[in-house]
């Protein structure tokens, strides 16, 4: 469909019955993953693990989704993106739902974790060529901040299921509801989204037909690269370690850690999509630099306030600026990458968050041992870092170089 000038057309295309199964997809996972991961350091901990333990589990958890990684392409190229995500949701609810079973069992918890580490990865990646071979070259960027807005909305109502599961008394019960709903959303994507092939790599007519290495093209995108690291890092470790400092150092009650959690997921659903039309106006890393550094020194803020409503508004800053750093990264580097080397570049950008996610939780879980303060401040402090890498690599945005593309 044209798109007639008022967006009517580029909004149809965006939401057409495919697309519109796949985000109701996407936002039952996003409700799944929220309510199980605002309770899961808590939950492990009354399992009696320890915080090097509970950050073991993680780096396990990340493994499982670094090991499985380099095979995804290929299985996404031969069984087709929703048959791939049929399978990873149903295997990732079956994880889950283990979980509470095998708390006690060491081999039980690190297998499951492996498990649902793997599937997870498997998950987005079908999601992404899911989405990216419906999508128009011209949407992309709308689609992903879309993709993340809609996960964003399930990971804010997720942890509030789970709070209101507590009075039932029963730990496991926000595992259960997660397991569920990512089974349910598994048997059911098959029915609301047919199956397609990959998306059109073609070169346009004025791209060189030569690849860069992948080296070079490593080099090219290093700016995301960073960026989706630091978003890999920052996720599993908050996950697992915020709600602990929470609890045991600022005296919060057991069932207030997921509000603060709600509220940073809060903050990234209504600013994302405002961000992404900024970005496409006055360039994407100037942008992601000036987030980072906002989001950085919120994070500081939440490590040094009381009173929970000042917490839950502090954090909603912090995801409102660093919730926006993955989709406006991904639309960074779908304008550096051509189109034949997007593949690749989004292969490098998912292996990077993985690497964060499995380095995060070891290197918090160590220094949360020793220093819990220290250990919530070096997450915060990388996106200063990340904000000084923007800076000095500045000229890596094609927008800072209109007349070349034109």
Request: hydrophobic share 55%; charged share 10%; net charge positive.
């Amino acid at each position: 469909m044209r798109d007639d000038g008022t967006g009517n057309g580029t909004l149809a295309c965006l939401l057409g019955r495919d697309l519109r199964g796949i985000y109701a997809s996407i936002f039952l996972l996003g409700l799944a993953i929220g309510a199980e991961s605002s309770v899961l350091a808590l939950f492990l901990r009354s399992a009696s693990l320890s915080s090097e333990k509970i950050g073991s589990l993680a780096t396990a958890y990340a493994a499982g989704g670094v090991a499985i990684s380099a095979l995804l392409g290929r299985v996404v190229g031969r069984v087709g993106a929703i048959r791939t995500l049929a399978v990873a949701l149903v295997a990732l609810g079956l994880a889950i739902a283990v979980l509470p079973v095998a708390a006690h069992s060491t081999t039980g918890l690190y297998a499951g974790r492996v498990v649902e580490g793997a599937a997870l990865v498997a998950v987005w990646v079908g999601y992404e060529a899911a989405l990216f071979s419906r999508a128009k070259p011209a949407h992309r960027a709308t689609v992903s901040t879309l993709y993340a807005m809609v996960l964003a909305l399930g990971y804010v109502i997720g942890p509030l299921v789970a709070r209101a599961l507590f009075p039932f008394g029963v730990a496991a019960l926000p595992f259960w509801f997660a397991a569920a709903v990512t089974i349910g959303n598994g048997l059911s994507i098959t029915a609301f989204s047919r199956e397609r092939g990959g998306a059109s790599m073609a070169p346009a007519a004025d791209e060189p037909s030569a690849d860069a290495s992948f080296a070079s093209l490593a080099w090219k995108v290093k700016t995301t690269g960073f960026g989706m690291f630091a978003a890999g890092y920052l996720k599993a470790s908050l996950i697992l370690f915020l709600p602990l400092y929470l609890v045991d150092h600022r005296g919060l009650l057991t069932e207030e850690p997921p509000l603060v959690l709600s509220a940073y997921a809060a903050g990234s659903l209504l600013f994302t999509h405002f961000a992404g039309r900024l970005g496409d106006r006055h360039g994407h890393l100037v942008l992601m630099g000036m987030l980072s550094a906002i989001g950085g020194l919120a994070l500081f803020g939440v490590l040094f306030v009381d009173a929970v409503t000042a917490m839950c508004l502090i954090s909603a800053v912090a995801g409102a600026t660093l919730g926006a750093i993955s989709p406006l990264g991904m639309a960074l580097q779908a304008s550096i990458a051509k189109r034949t080397e997007y593949g690749r570049a989004m292969s490098l950008s998912n292996g990077l968050y993985a690497a964060g996610t499995l380095a995060g939780p070891f290197v918090t879980g160590v220094l949360y041992a020793q220093a819990p303060r220290m250990a919530m401040i070096q997450v915060a402090a990388m996106w200063l870092v990340f904000t000084a890498f923007c800076i000095v690599f500045a000229a890596d945005d094609p927008a800072r170089h209109p007349m070349k593309d034109a």
